[in-house]
């Protein structure tokens, strides 16, 4: 079946320890998407990518990357993580942007230790 | 302002009740979506509307552009429904979507 995988579903990292989360899907959509969620709150868009175009929220800490090496995959990448970034991180795909849906993936819930 | 406000923020109903979520925004838009999201998990995509209704089982979704609203209707409601139920909304103006704060949403057997 068509999907949004994301690995892992749990990640435990320690403080200042770079961890890598992944996000794989079989829809072949040219957009993915990185969202950010705590506990309560809405999901917050980090950043996206259309095909290889990157576009970064402007309010996405530096310490956040992402990597697209091919339509299939897209990694967040957080360099330095600290107790405040513990969250649900959600990848979307959609097929193009503006009112095209947004297929989300379970989620990797990340704790910084 | 891009603003999508959501009511009630919480909610609790007997099985079988008929349930309305509502969802207002502040600024035309290209596409409202209304999404599920069980506790600990993953979100998925219930509609996405960009006029009139839809309907899918027992959840029916509606959007009245003219004034800016969205409502999403739980006909016959089960325990299973119980879940935030979040309402999110791309303007014309940008690509990212815009999401409101959810409604948690708890049916009792």
């Known amino acids: 079946d068509a999907m949004v995988i994301q690995n892992p579903r749990y990640q435990v990292t320690q403080f200042g320890k770079p961890v890598t989360l992944s996000c794989s899907q079989t829809?072949?959509?040219?957009?993915m998407y990185w969202y950010q969620q705590k506990s309560s709150q809405a999901p917050k868009l980090l950043f996206h990518?259309?095909?290889?175009?990157?576009?970064n929220e402007a309010d996405t800490p530096d310490n956040f990357q992402s990597r697209r090496p091919n339509t299939s995959f897209c990694f967040l990448d957080i360099r330095s993580p600290g107790l405040g970034d513990a969250a649900m991180y959600l990848c979307?795909?959609?097929?193009?942007?503006?009112?095209?849906?947004?297929?989300f993936g379970p989620g990797t819930r990340l704790t910084v230790t | 302002k891009n603003e999508v406000e959501q009511s009630p923020q919480n909610l609790t109903a007997q099985e079988g009740e008929f349930i309305t979520i509502n969802c207002s925004y502040s600024?035309?838009?290209?596409?409202l979506h209304w999404l599920q999201q069980h506790p600990g998990g993953g979100i998925v995509s219930l509609f996405m509307?960009?006029?009139g209704k839809k309907k899918h089982g027992r959840l029916i979704a509606t959007i009245n552009i003219q004034e800016k609203h969205s409502s999403l209707h739980i006909t016959a409601s089960h325990p299973r429904d119980s879940a935030v139920y979040i309402c999110?909304?791309?303007?014309?103006?940008?690509?990212?979507?815009?999401f409101g704060t959810g409604t948690s949403l708890t049916v009792i057997p």
């Open positions: 979307a795909t959609s097929l193009g942007l503006a009112s095209y849906e947004q297929y």
């Open positions: 829809l072949n959509h040219n957009v």
């Open positions: 990518y259309y095909d290889k175009d990157f576009n």
């Open positions: 600024v035309g838009i290209s596409a």
């Open positions: 509307l960009s006029s």
């Open positions: 999110a909304v791309r303007y014309h103006t940008g690509n990212q979507f815009y």
